[in-house]
Nanobody, 122 residues
Framework: QVQLVESGGALVQAGGSLRLSCVAS????????LGWFRQAPGKERTFVAI????????YYADSVKGRFTISRDNAKNSVYLQMNSLKPEDTAVYYC???????????????WGQGTQVTVSS
């Protein structure tokens, strides 16, 4: 079982940047696929970005491609989401997630953090 804790959410102006962090505990971190998801009020939780456990290959939702970057630091048991050029439509609770070890694509996720609020003002 993986435990995840997000941090870094804040209120920012459109066009600004934020860096979200997620620290994991339990298991072998380097073997987990990791991802970021977000959920706006009244909306479903949607995929934002994923990073592979195997070769650090990354995948992004079209809505954030070119603006967001996911990365991982296995030595620190952490995954990050660098968010640039933020837009009001990026406003949501952001969750980090981890999946079972040594998965092949398509990844599934079964461990979730508590979420961190990102609010982008216009």
């Amino acid at each position: 079982q993986v435990q995840l804790v997000e941090s870094g959410g804040a209120l920012v102006q459109a066009g600004g940047s934020l860096r979200l962090s997620c620290v994991a505990s339990g298991g072998t971190f380097s073997s987990y696929p990791l991802g970021w998801f977000r959920q706006a009020p009244g909306k479903e939780r949607t995929f934002v970005a994923i990073i592979s456990w195997k070769d650090d290959t990354t995948y992004y939702a079209d809505s954030v491609k070119g603006r967001f970057t996911i990365s991982r630091d296995n030595a620190k048991n952490s995954v990050y989401l660098q968010m640039n050029s933020l837009k009001p439509e990026d406003t949501a609770v952001y969750y980090c997630a981890a999946g079972p070890s040594y998965q092949q694509l398509p990844y599934s996720f079964n461990s979730w953090g508590q979420g961190t609020q990102v609010t982008v003002s216009s």
